[in-house]
C-alpha cells in the first residue's frame, strides 16, 4: 500500500515530470539510480582502456587523432555521470570505492580484449551503436541530472559511432587480409554487442520497477532488437556476414528474428570472470593508487587556501 509521498511522487512520474536533486523520492529509487548512474560512469571510464591500447598503434596520425578524441569523450562522460551520481548524495569516491572492490558493475562489454585494429572499428561501430540505442531513450529519464547528463552525452557519442562504422568501411572494402581482419571482429564483437542490453526481460531483476519509475524506458529486448533490426542492414553494406545462421527478417513481426547470446557466458563475465576482468580492475586499481599523490597535493593546496581566507 502506498504512502501519500509515495502516491504523490508516482503521480509526478505518471505526469512525466522530472524528479530534481532536492525533491522528496524513495529510498529505492534514490538507491537504483545511484547505481545505474554511478555503473553507467563505471563503463565509460573502463571502456577507456581496450581502445587507450591502440592510441599508440592507430595505423595512420588522422586515426590516432579521431581515437584520442573519442577516449578524451568517454573520460568527459564518466565525469558528467559521475556528477550526476553526487546530487543523489553519493561522492565519487565511495563510487570508485566500489568499483575497484568489485561491488558495483561497468559494462560487460569491456571485459573483452581489442586484438587488432579492426576491432576499434567494430568497438566503435557496434559498441558505440548499442551504447546510442540504449541512451537515446535514457534522454526521457525521469531524474533531471541524469537526463541532462544523457542529452550531452548523445550529441557527442555518434561520431563515436561513424568513426568505427568507417574504419570498417576501409578494411571491409580493403584487402582480402583486412577484409578477414574486419569479419573476424565482427564475429568476436556480435554476441557481447548484444550483451550490453542487460539479460532477457524475463531475468530482469530491476526492470519492472525502473520502467514503472520511469529510470529505464524500453525494456532490455526491445532495445536489443531494434540494434539487431538497425545493425543488419549496415552489416549487408559491409559485405560482412553475422555469426548467427538463425538471423532472418520476420515479415509479420516486422523485425529480425536472431539467436540470444549466450547468457552463461554473460553471468560469467558480470561475476567477474571474463577474458579481461582482472587486467581491467589491476588497470583501475593502478590508476587509483598512482594518482593518490595527485589527489593529496591537490586537498593539501585547497586546505592551505581555505585556512588563508579564513585566517
Ligand atoms: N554489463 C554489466 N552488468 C549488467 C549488464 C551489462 N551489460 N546488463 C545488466 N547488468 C547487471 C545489472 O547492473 C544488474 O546488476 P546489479 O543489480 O548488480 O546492478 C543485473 O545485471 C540485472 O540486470 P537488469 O536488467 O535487471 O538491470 P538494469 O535494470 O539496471 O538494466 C542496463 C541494465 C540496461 C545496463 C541499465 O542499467 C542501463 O540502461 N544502464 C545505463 C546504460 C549503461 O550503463 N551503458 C553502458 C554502456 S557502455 C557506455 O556507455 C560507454 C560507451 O561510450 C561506449
Known amino acids: 500500500e502506498m504512502s501519500d509521498e509515495e502516491r504523490n511522487f508516482q503521480d509526478r512520474i505518471d505526469r512525466d515530470e522530472k524528479i530534481e536533486p ?47 578524441a573519442k577516449v578524451q569523450d568517454e573520460a568527459g562522460h564518466g ?7 553526487e546530487t543523489l548524495g553519493v561522492t565519487r569516491d565511495e563510487l570508485t570505492e566500489e568499483l575497484l572492490s568489485g561491488r558495483m558493475k561497468y559494462s560487460s562489454i569491456f571485459n573483452y580484449p ?8 567494430a568497438v566503435g ?3 558505440d551503436g548499442a551504447a546510442i540505442m540504449n541512451q537515446v531513450p535514457l534522454q526521457r529519464t525521469s531524474y533531471g541530472p541524469y537526463s541532462r ?26 584487402t582480402d587480409a583486412q577484409r578477414k581482419m574486419a569479419q573476424n571482429a565482427l564475429n568476436r564483437f556480435w ?4 550483451m550490453m542490453f542487460g539479460p532477457s526481460d524475463k531475468d530482469s531483476v530491476h526492470s519492472a520497477q525502473s520502467l514503472a519509475w520511469k529510470i529505464k524506458i524500453d525494456t532490455n529486448d526491445e532495445l536489443r532488437q531494434k540494434f539487431v533490426d538497425q545493425t543488419v542492414p549496415q552489416a549487408k ?7 548467427d545462421e538463425h538471423l532472418k527478417w520476420n515479415e509479420e513481426r516486422g523485425a529480425h528474428d536472431f539467436s540470444e547470446p ?32 595527485v589527489r593529496d597535493g591537490l586537498l593539501a593546496h585547497a586546505r592551505k587556501k581555505s585556512a588563508a581566507r579564513t585566517a
Open 125 to 127: 561501430w557496434l559498441v
Open 237 to 243: 553494406y559491409l559485405g560482412l556476414t553475422i555469426p
Open 262 to 293: 549466450d547468457w552463461s557466458e554473460f553471468f560469467n563475465v558480470i561475476k567477474g570472470k571474463g577474458p579481461c576482468n582482472i587486467d581491467r580492475m589491476k588497470d583501475r586499481v593502478a590508476a587509483w593508487e598512482d594518482g593518490a599523490w
Open 191 to 194: 554476441y557481447p554487442s548484444l
Open 149 to 174: 547528463a544523457m542529452i550531452r552525452i548523445c550529441k557527442e557519442e555518434s561520431f563515436h559511432q561513424r568513426q568505427g562504422y568507417d574504419i570498417m568501411m576501409k578494411m571491409a572494402q580493403g
Open 114 to 121: 581489442t586484438l587488432n585494429w579492426a576491432d576499434i572499428g
Open 79 to 85: 565525469l558528467y555521470l559521475y556528477c550526476a551520481a
Open 22 to 68: 532536492k525533491d522528496w523520492m524513495p529510498d529505492d529509487y534514490r538507491a537504483t539510480l545511484i547505481r545505474q548512474i554511478g555503473q553507467h560512469a563505471h563503463s565509460e571510464i573502463v571502456g577507456q582502456l581496450p581502445e587507450g591500447n591502440w592510441i599508440t598503434r592507430a595505423p595512420t596520425l588522422e586515426r590516432k587523432a579521431i581515437l584520442l
